[in-house]
């Protein structure tokens, strides 16, 4: 017996016995595809409603039918909000890939172990896999897409960056002709709306991670979000894409938003900033160490339209060398969206099955990329110290940063308290003009070494973007 799924405009879902609930649109093939799903998470069960909501307009567009066969989960007799019949499903995704009538199997088990016997074991026995799995492609993605290209079997992984934004398609189909100069973006949802409370609000960090947490915008254990790697593990992706080259984790350069504070957003605004969680993809033509790669908070000129991404929204800008500069704008997390970008890629599959020779999933096209070091990045930075207030340290520590070649463009300070011993300390702010990340380094080393200045400076880069309209 097969099962497919309808649903009402209401999105109340029924199933009744049969492939097709009507007869398929003029010149579409009598056999369906068939699909497995692993996992049922909040990603799986917004794919699953989404199949049945609009699978009647999926095979439309498509002119394929299709159906939903299996879906394997952990626990058979966990309550769901999703109500799926008993019979779809198995808690043995093994059952998936050895079902000899399973076409394309849809990996959203999440992890990286479990998921890479999964995927690996789907692409050795010729099934195409969609993913949204950003760890795993992250740590996995060289083996898997060697492998993927000597079975000739793809992988598709459009949910794995950027949520609902099509950014994924965009790099490999509707940007294929350009060089990329540059990605730079905010392709985390959770930190940028703990950063927007900071900044809009005046909240502290802690309340602002409760919030988001309050929310449903943070996880429990949100050290992924708000450390940065889950946005280094989206660059690696979007720079594999553009790049053509598989690159290791060990390679980015990563720091989180968990040392931001309110004090740092007040000088920002006051010198026309504010600060948001960035990746920062960059070639550098004529450099042997050619790409620059790293996620940081930064400073962001309040003039820029990325200044203006606010909450759970992600916004990635790619400059092509005949394009010029584009942005992709839209909720990059959460149920809908991510389902949007995972049934995108099930169509993809089904519509390349027919010809496997022109699939797009990934093929490695170029050499390895050489890393810039980070102490070889360029940028201006913002350089917060907290000094006893002296006279004359302003300019010991301006005499230092002369030393090291480093200018500074502009000054700030406000107090900021008295110690125990009644002596008050001040927050004293450097704007410093573009120099390398390992001469700053040096510099500092030197500077908090003076007596009066009291703690690790705060550093944050300032980064210099185009003007967009």
């Not at 207030?389 to 940063?401: K, S, Y």
């Not at 007596?451 to 550093?459: D, F, K, L, M, T």
């Amino acid at each position: 017996m097969s099962i497919a799924h309808t649903a009402s405009r209401d999105g109340k879902s029924s199933c009744v016995t049969g492939i097709f609930l009507h007869n398929p649109p003029a010149g579409m093939t009598e056999k369906p595809i068939q699909l497995g799903l692993a996992g049922l998470g909040t990603v799986g069960s917004g794919v699953y409603e989404t199949l049945c909501r609009n699978h009647a307009l999926l095979e439309a567009r498509s002119k394929i039918p299709f159906r939903l066969k299996r879906i394997a989960v952990r626990n058979l007799e966990k309550p769901r909000e999703t109500v799926v019949p008993r019979e779809l499903l198995t808690d043995d995704w093994q059952d998936l890939v050895n079902d000899p009538e399973i076409d394309i199997i849809i990996e959203l088990i999440g992890g990286t172990r479990q998921a890479y016997d999964l995927v690996t074991l789907a692409l050795r026995a010729g099934k195409p896999v969609v993913t949204g799995n950003k760890a795993l492609l992250a740590e996995y993605g060289a083996e898997i897409f060697k492998l993927s290209a000597e079975m000739g079997t793809p992988i598709y992984f459009e949910a794995s960056a950027g949520g609902g934004i099509p950014i994924i398609q965009s790099l490999q189909n509707s940007l294929i002709c350009n060089h990329i100069n540059s990605i730079v973006g905010i392709i985390n949802g959770t930190s940028n709306y703990i950063l927007s409370a900071m900044g809009e609000h005046g909240a502290d960090y802690a309340d602002a991670l409760a919030q988001a947490q309050k929310l449903g915008f943070a996880e429990e254990d949100p050290s992924l979000d708000v450390n940065g790697w889950d946005a280094a593990h989206k660059a690696l992706i979007l720079a594999m894409l553009a790049y053509g080259t598989t690159i290791s984790p060990d390679k980015i350069y990563v720091r989180g938003i968990e040392n931001i504070t309110s004090r740092d957003f007040e000088f920002a605004k006051k010198l026309g900033y504010t600060i948001k969680l960035l990746v920062v993809i960059r070639y550098h033509e004529g450099q042997e160490d050619a790409l620059e790669l790293r996620v940081q908070p930064c400073f962001v000129h309040d003039w820029h339209i990325l200044a203006s991404v606010n909450g759970v929204f992600n916004a990635i800008s790619v400059n092509g060398d005949i394009v010029g500069e584009t942005l992709f704008y839209g909720r990059g997390a959460g149920k809908n969206p991510t389902a949007s970008a995972v049934i995108s890629d099930i169509i993809t599959a089904m519509r390349e099955s027919r010809y496997p020779e022109y699939h797009t999933g990934f093929n490695p096209y170029a050499k390895a990329c050489g890393i810039m070091h980070i102490n070889d990045t360029v940028t201006p930075y913002y350089v917060r110290f907290q000094v006893a207030d002296q006279p004359g340290v302003i300019a010991e520590i301006a005499r230092i940063l002369a030393t090291f070649g480093i200018g500074i463009s502009a000054t700030s300070s406000a107090p900021s308290h008295i110690d125990e011993g009644g002596a008050p300390w001040n927050d004293l702010v450097f704007i410093l003009h573009s120099c390398p990340w390992g001469q700053l380094q040096k510099a500092l080393e030197e500077i908090t070494r003076i007596s009066c200045v009291a703690a690790e400076p705060r550093v944050l880069r300032i980064e210099h973007l185009l003007p967009q309209s």
